[in-house]
């Protein structure tokens, strides 16, 4: 009598210990689907960001007869630096080679509305950030700038110093990382781990 009781009592945490099995596995192909679902939306989101400064970057061509020239910035290698430049000629604050334009001689802006989401360093982070109209009139101490959706600058450079024709503009993708070419290319570089996730996949090494 007693036999059978431990062995229902037995077979009774089995079935428990089977069921906790069984939860865990649901958990976890929900939490794997819900990150990609997440990863899929940013990746939307940057694509989007990326066409609309770049319809941006060609009507500022077209009507000021070339692309902002990022060249002409003292640091060229701070991509925040860069990123502001972009915002402020896009937006008629300075003229193509980053001088300051008097109030009566700025330009229309080309920065398409609510299409783009902007952030500024805050101590080793990068936040969101919601440029007032005195912030566009002056250039504040601490840049802002176009963000990924992994709270990072977009990547913009004109000429291209790889040696390609048009700008660069991409994002660095999730991990943050990409690779810099800072010497004309004379044959397509190989593509390294950290580029994998770059938006798009073909910058900045033109793959």
């Keep these: 009598?007693?036999?059978?009781?431990?062995?229902?009592?037995g077979?009774?945490?089995?079935?428990?210990l089977v069921v906790i099995v069984i939860i865990g596995i649901l958990a976890g192909i929900t939490f794997t689907g819900a990150n990609y679902l997440l990863g899929?939306?940013?990746?939307?989101?940057a694509k989007s960001h990326i066409a609309a400064i770049s319809l941006a970057l060609d009507q500022y061509k077209s009507e000021m007869g070339g692309y902002p020239r990022t060249d002409s910035i003292s640091n060229e290698e701070d991509i925040f630096k860069?990123?502001?430049f972009l915002l402020f000629t896009l937006n008629g604050i300075l003229d193509r080679d980053g001088k300051s334009l008097a109030i009566d001689d700025r330009r229309k802006s080309f920065i398409p509305?609510?299409?783009l989401v902007f952030g500024k360093q805050d101590g080793k982070r990068n936040e969101v950030f919601s440029p007032s109209e005195s912030d566009w009139q002056t250039k504040s101490r601490d840049p802002f700038f176009a963000m990924d959706p992994w709270n990072e600058p977009y990547i913009y450079q004109f000429p291209r110093k790889d040696g390609h024709k048009g700008f660069l503009l991409f994002s660095k993708g999730p991990n943050g990382r990409a690779s810099v070419f800072n010497q004309e290319l004379t044959s397509t570089p190989p593509k390294e781990i950290i580029d994998e996730d770059n938006i798009p996949a073909s910058e900045p090494g033109k793959w």
């Design 113 to 115: 509305g609510d299409a």
């Design 1 to 9: 009598m007693n036999n059978r009781r431990y062995s229902k009592a």
């Design 11 to 16: 077979f009774t945490l089995v079935e428990l």
């Design 40 to 45: 899929a939306q940013d990746e939307k989101q």
């Design 82 to 84: 860069c990123g502001e």
